[in-house]
């Protein structure tokens, strides 16, 4: 028996954190965090503790499938299916043209390599289509759409890793890991040591709600109003960062206009909380030195995401909560380019956040600056017509489960000439697909940590506290006599037997571009080196990649250091509090109705033990299925029982799931996660194992973001009652 302990970096969630892998003759037997490591000082989730699971787990798949004429599968060589699908690809794209083939992206696209990305981007454009759909905006869209509308600072936030105050909506960092990268207790320790302050507005008494200073625990879907009575407070008792304003900031006579309305007795009636806790919050807020405020999924998934974000932005920027020209950058990029390096104290205008780019062929939807609206997707498969998608290319995600309307994607993944699933598991989008992909973990492959290096560019509030990077090779090689492949490297394949030539940027592809670089034109002749890859993605890093691989573990790099430089002569850009568009989003939630005969409001949570979409290995000692919380009060009062199956229905349809007491939930609502459960009409005998689908209940054309596209996925009316007797 031979064994080692190699270190790496766990890629289940975005905290990726730094691991020991413990491998016993070549078998990955136990993961545990890194001790030494100074940022995460040995945190791991469950999810990371437990992924040894995945490498041996029976259900894996180590070989390609393919559908036979009567739906089983069987085993084919993973390169004699790309030659098949190639061949299929090529013959729908001369029928119909490239639009007919789209690509979605799932969360593990994004994690497992940061070659995906830049892959697919170059995929993608050699077949000539400009479909390519991710979970961005099914997610947190409103985080890049409001920059949009708002303008961004062109230097980091200020102080979200040590912050005299932090807003928290709808965002529970303890379970999510959205927020500083690392240990989440650690930065709550922190702030409270500092005498920090900790707001948190969420309909659920989270595990980050219990540690908040104030918790504002309202009905769902008042994240706005409650927003706007902050910024009333703020503004009415001149708490602002009035300096600041003036020179930086345009739009606050109409913001101050909009948000009149919004007084501390209007939420609090709309909202269900004390009008002096708005108050209490406002004042907390707007008199602290330094701070931050981000919003979660929940927000997002109210089909209200980017007014949510949009408003908190206007807060950060009204309290002048952004690093000021001289100040040092601490956690300063390592990653990703110098060139794009926020360092500059000057506000960059407002720019596109919608309406440019690919015009979708439903509900006016078209580009955005978090993608393509992902909630199109199903009808752009089923819409006859020129430019109808024929063929779905789906790396690293489960859109059959994912995606909100279940039963329209569904049916739309089933209607396609082509389906080809790149997965490790027979998820429901693998049950549906022509070709099911075999992939590789992500210990079996190099990668990086470039895409928490990248957070930052994102959104508020996340991402490492210093500079951190890190490089890790394979540390164990795919399981003897398997047939698995990374998910980039299917792409190049399956590019070059199809006769294209790919172009590799850069950086992160669309995410992350570098203007004026040019793409590295690959070999397609042969399978290229991964680190060579790396490197070439890397290029222009404040840290060359070169450098990063010779730490094992990781390093801080914090030299050369990084400060905020002054603003250029004569620069005229501004942030704009005032945005027609989003004012007037405001405005109308005043009079947005409520409809009639759905007691309960459905709301969205996440669970410690999955990412997303769970995966076979899910630990043990976890449930198996999602099951839907109610506050005990309300359980009494359906007459139900914790463990008891009941029906939840919505305007759309009905799904089962499998009741469970939680006193943390608001009265009147229900808490469940999203993506569980399997195919529409085969998962209800199967609740109590495999879970259920809030996602079915979504109609995609109903009430929804008209940015994103992104339907009502939290805050849905539904009726709650006990299973029929013969579906319970």
Known sequence: MTSRTSPSICRVCMNFCPVDVEIVDGVVQRVSGDRTNPIYRGYTCVKGRTQAARYTDPSRLLHTLVRRPDGTYAPIPTDEAIGAIAEKLTG??????????????????????????????AFMTAVGSPLTFTTSTIDQPGKPLAKGFHGAWMAPSQAFDDPDVALLVGNNPFVSHQGRNGAPADFFRGLAARGGRLIVIDPRRTETAKRATLHLQPRPGEDAALLAGMIRVILAEALHDTEFVAENVTGVDALRAVVAPFTPDVVAARADVPAEDVVAAARMFGTAAKGYAAAGTGPNMTAKGTLVEYLLLCLDTLCGHWMRAGDRVRNALSLVPAAIQPDKAQALPPFPAYGYGEQLRVRGLTMTAAGLPTAAMADEILLPGEGQVRAVVSVGGNPAACVPDQLKMVEALRSLDLLVQVDIQM??????????????????????????????????????????????????????????????????????????????????????????????????????????????????????????????????????????????????????????????????????????????????????????????????????????????????????????????????????????????????????????????????????????????????????????????????????????????
């Open 92 to 121: 729908i794209v001369d029928r119909f043209g490239p639009r007919s083939v789209a690509l979605f992206g799932g969360t593990y696209m994004a994690m497992d390599s940061p070659l995906n990305l830049s892959m697919v981007d």
């Open 427 to 728: 998820s429901p989008t693998a049950a549906l697909a022509d070709y099911v992909i075999a992939s590789t973990l992500p210990f079996e492959m190099p990668g990086t940590n470039l895409m928490v290096d990248f957070l930052p560019l994102y959104a508020n509030g996340v991402g490492l506290p210093e500079s951190w990077a890190h490089y890790t090779p394979a540390v164990v090689d795919p399981p003897d006599g398997s047939d698995v492949i990374e998910q980039w490297r299917f792409l190049h394949r399956l590019a070059g037997r199809m006769g294209l030539q790919l172009g590799l940027y850069p950086a992160l592809g669309e995410v992350i571009h570098i203007e004026g670089s040019e793409p590295l034109q690959l070999d397609m002749t042969q399978d290229p080196d991964t680190d060579d890859l790396l490197e070439h993605i890397h290029t222009g890093s404040r840290i060359p990649f070169t450098e990063i691989k010779q730490h094992p573990r990781g390093a801080l790099f914090p030299d050369p250091p990084v400060h905020v430089r002054p603003r250029d002569p004569g620069w005229e850009g501004r942030l704009d509090v005032g945005n027609a568009i989003m004012l007037t989003d405001l405005g109308d939630e005043l009079t947005a109705p409520e409809p009639e005969g759905y007691p309960f409001r459905l709301i969205s949570r996440r669970l410690m033990h999955v990412m997303n979409a769970p995966t076979f290995a899910a630990p043990q000692t976890r449930p198996r299925h999602n099951p839907a919380y109610l506050h005990p009060a309300d359980l009494a009062g359906l007459g139900v029982e914790a463990g008891d199956v009941v029906e939840i229905r919505s305007d759309r349809t009905a799904i089962l799931a499998v009741a469970e007491a939680d006193d943390t939930v608001r009265p009147g609502t229900v808490s469940i996660s999203h993506a569980f459960g399997g195919l529409p009409g085969e998962d209800d005998a199967d609740v109590r194992r495999a879970g259920s689908n809030p996602g079915r209940l979504v109609a995609d054309d109903g009430v929804h973001d008209r940015f994103s596209g992104q339907p009502r996925m939290s805050n849905v009316p539904v009726r709650i009652g006990p299973a029929p007797v013969d579906r319970r």
